[in-house]
């Protein structure tokens, strides 16, 4: 219900504006000067004269048509190259704008391929030095296995130099038995 009140205030208000808006038009009109050939005419006396004063005022404003008409034509002929001279330039500035878009975009493309190129050559790098670790530790580990082999190796070469033949071995353990008897 308060909605319907506030509407109808709305549009009286609205109305009485446009009222007053057309009220102060009407009284601060002005009106043109009063033009010296209205009310110019007299009427002549005799008929032909009327015609060929009729015809005159005929011709004249033909005259004053077709001077209108042709001045007219001077005027849409310059609107219509002016406005083919302004889309002409729209269209030239068009084409420049979408041309350097169109260079901005391809260094821009340019420049992302430079840095994928960049980070392909830094991830191969990074790929090789671990290959390199990675050989490095192969090696070093295969290094130390050849030690241990061959520190395995000498300690068996020096232990077997400690070794007794099947014949000795009864000789041998008797002499120890002997001095450990005499200990």
Not at 35 to 58: Q, Y
Not at 119 to 127: C, K, T, W
Not at 141 to 164: C, D, F, N, P, Y
């Amino acid at each position: 219900m308060p909605n319907a009140f506030f509407r109808s205030s709305l549009r009286s208000f609205a109305t009485s504006a446009r009222a007053s808006h057309h009220n102060h038009h009407h009284k601060n009109h002005k009106f043109l000067s009063p033009n010296s050939f209205l009310g110019s005419w007299e009427a002549p006396t005799d008929p032909k004269e009327a015609e060929a004063k009729l015809a005159r005022v005929r011709r004249e404003y033909a005259k004053q048509v077709k001077e209108v008409r042709k001045e007219y034509i001077r005027e849409m002929e310059a609107m219509k190259i002016e406005k083919q001279q302004k889309d002409e330039a729209h269209r030239e500035a068009l084409r420049v704008a979408n041309e350097e878009r169109k260079k901005l975009k391809a260094q821009a493309a340019q420049l992302r391929a430079q840095e994928r190129d960049i980070a392909q050559q830094q991830f191969r790098q990074i790929l090789m030095k671990e290959r390199e670790e990675k050989l490095e530790n192969w090696r070093m580990k295969v290094k130390m296995h050849e030690g241990k082999k061959t520190e395995k190796k000498e300690l068996l070469r020096q232990q077997s130099s400690a070794w007794i033949n099947e014949g000795d071995l009864e000789k041998r353990v008797v002499e120890s038995m002997v001095e450990v008897m005499y200990l």
